[in-house]
């Protein structure tokens, strides 16, 4: 049973939008813009996930492990997009938080695959270019995909490496690798098996997205 | 019984005495684990998360799966979850979504991955006949040791994805234990999460999520905890000093994979298993419990 909540779109930013049960807006006058609403339809249409299922049940709230550090709880960002408050969900720190433990996505009463928004969000806030809440974050996972399509197969010494670079902390479990390296839990060298595979899939796939 | 291997990258790198014990298990149950060798990386979590189509998560799957159907498998064993999970939410969301199906057919051109099965070896060594075979081969005893039986987050989830086992509260880690004569404890922590890949990102969400299942193990009186999973593995293990210091507790609970215990059953000797890799020492605790049967 779709449901869709729909909010007048106002010219005025000083009208404040009416409080609901899981409001989800801040305190502050929030200025809805004209053509966001559909928020929930461009990521249906990118990733076939169709948020307007939710009914605001909070199950996924409560079965998150990380939802206590969000700013936006799971079931209030699901609002958010069917709210279409673009502004607020790409520049949440929610997005970038979400572990993907696939709780909420298991969880959902209207199998909302919750988890696979989240992914959708995240890399809609990439390619719009919005500067991330948790910077680190989206660090990782550049480090990490550039990685994988050098190396064929993760160089994890490498990822480390380039992480620290990215997000200059250098110091930042310094003692813990070291005992790893004793311990031979990482490798020095990177192993190039695989490399050429991926780096063509990588390849194959932006130009397949790029149409 | 013969099934392509799939290691992924942690068994080769941090999670190596999982992929040695692996092995040492297999061989004396006469599994035959092929390694295909030109594998590549499944994407894991960095691939699915900034892709809006899943295609690049989909195409580094599937690619792998296409590599050992051409090299004549038909079943593969996956020991990471991570990867596990990546190679069956492929495999769903191919068969689920059309439009997916026809952009991968420009990337993987071999479109027989999808009649090849993905096990866990779990799944396999909880098969009846298996469990017979394994109590068979028991020569230490592990009588006096309790166990909680840790599954992660991806190992079960989404149900209808994974079909692993029952999605809140699995048991086949349990039932393999028990058929070596170890006793394992109910707890309520064995599918949450350790806080995965922020472990180099967010440590104060490991620190944390971990901080929650060691205090959820030690609780029940746990001696140990018995984990599938590389990455559960290295945070609860690495980070336990680390967890210890922040929250101010003393738990000393070693990690161990479940082959390891079961290679520890088998009469291996803790060389063997790499016991040593592990920050939190486990063969003082498997020395006082453990008899030669």
């Known amino acids: 049973m779709a449901h869709r909540t729909y909010i007048r779109v106002t010219e005025d930013p000083t009208i404040e939008c009416v409080r609901l049960r899981y409001m989800v807006i801040p305190k502050e006058p929030v200025q809805v813009h004209r053509g966001f609403t559909d928020f929930a339809d461009i990521i249906k249409s990118l990733s076939g996930l169709d948020v307007n299922l939710c009914f605001q049940c909070a199950k996924c709230a409560s079965?998150?492990?990380?939802?206590?550090?969000m700013d936006y709880t799971p079931t209030q960002l699901v609002h958010a997009i069917q709210l279409g408050l673009t502004d607020l969900v790409l520049n949440s720190k929610t997005i970038w938080l979400c572990a993907s433990c696939q709780t909420c996505t298991t969880r959902c009463p209207q199998d909302v695959d919750l988890a696979g928004v989240m992914d959708a969000v995240r890399s809609i806030a990439q390619r719009k270019k919005i500067k991330a809440k948790i910077?680190?974050?989206?660090?990782?996972?550049?480090?990490?995909?550039?990685?994988?399509?050098?190396?064929?197969?993760?160089?994890?010494?490498?990822?480390?490496?380039m992480l620290k670079l990215l997000t200059r902390s250098f110091t930042k479990d310094i003692g813990l690798g070291l005992r790893m390296l004793r311990k031979g839990k990482l490798n020095i060298f990177p192993s190039f098996r695989g490399a050429?595979?991926?780096?063509r899939i990588f390849s194959q796939v932006k130009a397949v997205e790029k149409k | 019984m013969r099934y392509a291997y799939y290691p992924g990258c942690s068994l080769h790198t941090t999670a190596k005495e999982y992929d040695h014990s692996l092995h040492a298990v297999c061989n004396r149950l006469g599994i035959e684990l092929a390694e295909i060798k030109n594998w590549f990386c499944c994407g894991s979590t960095p691939a699915h998360c900034v892709s809006v189509t899943g295609l690049l998560s989909a195409a580094l799957s599937l690619g792998n799966l296409a590599i050992m159907r051409e090299s004549g498998f038909q079943e593969v064993i996956v020991p990471c979850p991570s990867c596990f999970s990546r190679f069956k939410s492929?495999?769903?969301?191919?068969?689920?979504?059309?439009?997916?199906?026809?952009?991968?057919?420009?990337?993987?051109?071999?479109?027989?991955?999808?009649?090849?099965?993905?096990?866990h070896p779990l799944?396999?060594?909880?098969?009846?006949?298996?469990?017979?075979?394994?109590?068979?081969?028991?020569?230490?005893?592990?009588?006096?040791?309790?166990?909680?039986?840790?599954?992660?987050?991806?190992?079960?989830?989404?149900?209808?994805?994974?079909?692993?086992?029952?999605?809140?509260?699995?048991?086949?880690?349990?039932?393999?234990?028990?058929?070596?004569?170890?006793?394992?404890?109910?707890?309520?922590?064995?599918?949450?999460?350790?806080?995965?890949?922020?472990?180099?990102?967010?440590t104060d969400i490991v620190l944390k999520l971990s901080h929650d299942i060691l205090e959820g193990a030690k609780s029940v009186g746990a001696d140990m905890i018995v984990v599938a999973?590389?990455?559960?593995?290295?945070?609860?293990?690495?980070?336990?000093?680390?967890?210890?210091?922040?929250?101010?507790?003393?738990y000393k609970l070693p990690i161990l994979y479940f082959t390891q215990l079961m290679?520890?059953?088998?009469?291996?000797?803790?060389?063997?298993?790499?016991?040593?890799?592990?920050?939190?020492?486990?063969?003082?605790?498997?020395?006082?419990?453990?008899?030669h049967a």
């Not at chain 2, 166990?147 to 086949?172: H, M, N, W």
């Open chain 2, 263 to 291: 290679g520890i059953s088998f009469g291996l000797s803790p060389r063997e298993l790499l016991l040593g890799k592990h920050f939190v020492d486990a063969t003082r605790k498997l020395e006082e419990v453990s008899r």
């Open chain 1, 63 to 69: 079965g998150c492990p990380v939802s206590y550090t």
């Open chain 1, 135 to 161: 910077p680190e974050v989206p660090a990782f996972y550049r480090s990490s995909l550039i990685n994988i399509s050098l190396f064929g197969r993760m160089y994890e010494l490498g990822l480390i490496l």
């Open chain 2, 90 to 119: 492929a495999l769903y969301n191919v068969a689920k979504e059309p439009r997916l199906r026809e952009e991968i057919k420009k990337v993987i051109k071999d479109g027989w991955y999808s009649s090849i099965k993905v096990y």
């Open chain 2, 123 to 202: 799944q396999i060594f909880s098969e009846e006949s298996q469990l017979a075979k394994i109590s068979s081969l028991v020569k230490r005893e592990l009588a006096g040791l309790k166990v909680v039986c840790y599954y992660g987050c991806l190992l079960t989830r989404p149900p209808k994805v994974a079909q692993f086992d029952i999605c809140e509260y699995p048991e086949s880690m349990e039932r393999i234990l028990r058929a070596l004569g170890v006793a394992t404890l109910d707890w309520s922590y064995k599918t949450d999460c350790c806080g995965a890949s922020f472990a180099l990102t967010r």
């Open chain 1, 196 to 199: 050429l595979a991926t780096r």
């Open chain 2, 229 to 250: 999973c590389p990455l559960c593995q290295i945070n609860l293990d690495i980070r336990q000093e680390e967890i210890e210091r922040t929250y101010g507790t003393d």
